[in-house]
Every structure is written in structure tokens, then in C-alpha cells.
């Protein structure tokens, strides 16, 4: 089978946007959970509410692939799955390490659904002496001192960063040195990496924060709702009285300069 380091995904070289292959893992997931269910087919809009975008979107991304649907009958959901999978590079083996296993890269390392998409974990790492040997979902835990030897013989091009911030650039610098060439940053640290290298991101941290912001938002406009509405309430209690003052008789400071007829006259007696 193949290994990440001789192959490498098709998507730059057709030209499919950044943001189109962002999108393409979510259509996956979606697919996916549909064929465990036996779906045959899906509608373009059944499709895009699953992945949480608009259908035209959508479309557009199938476009980049060379599928359109069937109109009528909708898309081929085994024929999408593979079609994504393979344009996302999962038809194939890759390896990958996880460096740093302390909680958060133990917990990688236990997670099942690497496998499952195309991913296997080749070794885990760490640079605690009395982490060596010890098993982490059932891989023996290596020594950093082997790092560049376990990238060469595994044929990793993909490397999984789990330390701590201060340690994160000098194992970046080795990853790269010894073949990476793709990383998935979970260090709350900005890598930097020469050109050819990808880096993708995760900080938990920071998703919480933009939580933060949304919630203290949505208790400001909850306290100004509940502020609006006595305002509201004295106003509406207001007009009665104001609307009886108007439609009712006159007031008796108007009463005294009305003519004979009730009128207002034009002149006022001196």
C-alpha cells in the first residue's frame, strides 16, 4: 500500500480552492453517516443541511470534483464517498506520529477514528525517559532521542504536535528536518515552518474564547430585551389616559373661550 511520503493529494494540482477542501471532510462525514444508514442517494439540499452549508455552495464545491448529480435523483452516495476520499488523499495508507503524550496526545492516541479515514498511527513519542515503553493504546511509547529515525523508517510525512508551547518549535524544526511535511498543531504556539511545509492549527483554547465572546453577546442583547420591555409596558399605560384627554370633552381651560355653539371664535373678545 501506499505510503504518505511517495504520494501526495491531487487537489492543488486541479486547482481546487482552499476553502472548497476545508468544506470537503464535512460532505464526507455526512456521506458517510449516510451510507451506514443504506442511503442510496441524497438531494443536493438534504446533503447540504447535513454538512451545515447552502446547497448552492454545495454544488459549487461538486463542481471542482467533475460531479454534478443527476437531476431529479440527486447524488450517488457511495460513488461521493469514494470520490472525496480519494480526492482527499484516504485511498491510500498514512502514517502518522503523535509527539508529546501527556494527556491531550494520550487521548489522540486513543482515539478511534483515525483508522477508520485512512490515518494510522505509526509511533508515539515523548521526551520523558520514563514514558519509554510504556503503552498508549497499545503502542509502545518511544523516546524523542529516535524521532528522526522512526520519520525514515515509517515513512511518515505527517506529524501530530501534542507538547507543551515552549517545546513545540524545536520538535517542529526536527519533524521538518527529517521529512515531515505536513503538522497539526495542537500547541497554543504559532510554528513556523519553511515553504512546502503545512500546518494546520488546533487550539482549544482559543475556540472557547470565541464561545466566550458569543455568550457575553447574548446575555448584552437578553439584558437589553428585558430592559425594553417595562419601558414598553409604561408607554402602553401612558396612552389610555392621554387618548381620553383627547377624545373626551374639551378641557375647561378650552371651554371658557368657546363661542355659543361650542366653536372656538376666531376673535378673541378683548
Same mark, same amino acid.
Given at each position: 500500500? @501506499?505510503?504518505?511520503?511517495?504520494?501526495?493529494?491531487?487537489? &492543488?494540482?486541479?486547482?481546487?480552492?482552499? #476553502?472548497?477542501?476545508?468544506?470537503?471532510?464535512?460532505?464526507?462525514?455526512?456521506?458517510?453517516?449516510?451510507?451506514?444508514?443504506?442511503?442510496?442517494?441524497?438531494?443536493?439540499?438534504?446533503?447540504?443541511?447535513?454538512?451545515?452549508?447552502?446547497?448552492?455552495?454545495?454544488?459549487?464545491?461538486?463542481?471542482?470534483?467533475?460531479?454534478?448529480?443527476?437531476?431529479?435523483?440527486? =447524488?450517488?452516495?457511495? =460513488?461521493?464517498? =469514494?470520490?472525496?476520499?480519494?480526492?482527499?488523499?484516504?485511498?491510500?495508507?498514512?502514517?502518522?506520529?503523535?509527539?508529546?503524550?501527556?494527556?491531550?496526545?494520550? #487521548?489522540? #492516541?486513543?482515539?478511534?477514528?483515525?483508522?477508520?479515514?485512512?490515518?494510522?498511527?505509526? @509511533?508515539?513519542?515523548?521526551?520523558?525517559?520514563?514514558?519509554?515503553?510504556?503503552?498508549?493504546?497499545?503502542?509502545?511509547?518511544?523516546?524523542?532521542?529516535?524521532?528522526?529515525?522512526?520519520?525514515?523508517?515509517?515513512?511518515?510525512?505527517?506529524?501530530?504536535? #501534542?507538547?507543551?508551547?515552549?517545546?513545540?518549535?524545536? +520538535?517542529?524544526? &526536527?519533524?521538518?528536518?527529517?521529512?515531515?511535511?505536513?503538522?497539526?498543531?495542537?500547541?497554543?504556539?504559532?510554528?513556523? +515552518?519553511?515553504?512546502?511545509?503545512?500546518?494546520?492549527?488546533?487550539?482549544?483554547?482559543?475556540?472557547?474564547?470565541?464561545?466566550?465572546?458569543?455568550?457575553?453577546?447574548?446575555?448584552?442583547?437578553?439584558?437589553?430585551?428585558?430592559?425594553?420591555?417595562?419601558?414598553?409596558?409604561?408607554?402602553?399605560?401612558?396612552?389610555?389616559?392621554?387618548?381620553?384627554?383627547?377624545?373626551?370633552?374639551?378641557?375647561?381651560?378650552?371651554?371658557?373661550?368657546?363661542?355659543?355653539?361650542?366653536?372656538?371664535?376666531?376673535?378673541?373678545?378683548?
Amino acid at each position: 500500500m @501506499a505510503t504518505g511520503r511517495t504520494h501526495r493529494p491531487a487537489t &492543488r494540482s486541479r486547482g481546487i480552492p482552499e #476553502a472548497t477542501v476545508a468544506r470537503l471532510p464535512l460532505y464526507l462525514r455526512a456521506l458517510t453517516a449516510l451510507s451506514e444508514r443504506s442511503v442510496p442517494t441524497v438531494s443536493s439540499e438534504e446533503l447540504a443541511a447535513a454538512a451545515g452549508v447552502n446547497s448552492a455552495k454545495l454544488r459549487k464545491d461538486f463542481s471542482y470534483l467533475g460531479s454534478y448529480g443527476t437531476r431529479g435523483v440527486g =447524488y450517488d452516495v457511495e =460513488y461521493l464517498v =469514494y470520490q472525496i476520499s480519494r480526492e482527499l488523499g484516504l485511498t491510500q495508507d498514512w502514517p502518522v506520529v503523535i509527539v508529546g503524550i501527556g494527556n491531550l496526545g494520550a #487521548a489522540l #492516541a486513543n482515539y478511534g477514528g483515525f483508522a477508520s479515514r485512512g490515518f494510522r498511527v505509526a @509511533a508515539l513519542i515523548d521526551a520523558d525517559p520514563a514514558m519509554a515503553g510504556k503503552p498508549v493504546a497499545g503502542i509502545p511509547v518511544q523516546h524523542t532521542d529516535e524521532l528522526e529515525s522512526i520519520i525514515t523508517g515509517n515513512g511518515v510525512s505527517i506529524g501530530v504536535i #501534542a507538547t507543551p508551547a515552549g517545546a513545540a518549535q524545536q +520538535v517542529c524544526d &526536527r519533524l521538518v528536518a527529517a521529512g515531515v511535511t505536513s503538522i497539526l498543531n495542537f500547541a497554543p504556539t504559532v510554528l513556523n +515552518v519553511p515553504d512546502g511545509v503545512d500546518v494546520r492549527k488546533v487550539d482549544l483554547s482559543i475556540e472557547l474564547q470565541i464561545l466566550a465572546f458569543h455568550e457575553q453577546r447574548k446575555a448584552g442583547e437578553e439584558a437589553a430585551a428585558a430592559a425594553a420591555v417595562p419601558a414598553a409596558a409604561r408607554k402602553r399605560a401612558a396612552a389610555p389616559a392621554a387618548g381620553a384627554s383627547g377624545s373626551g370633552s374639551a378641557p375647561a381651560s378650552a371651554s371658557a373661550d368657546q363661542g355659543p355653539d361650542g366653536d372656538v371664535p376666531a376673535v378673541m373678545p378683548a
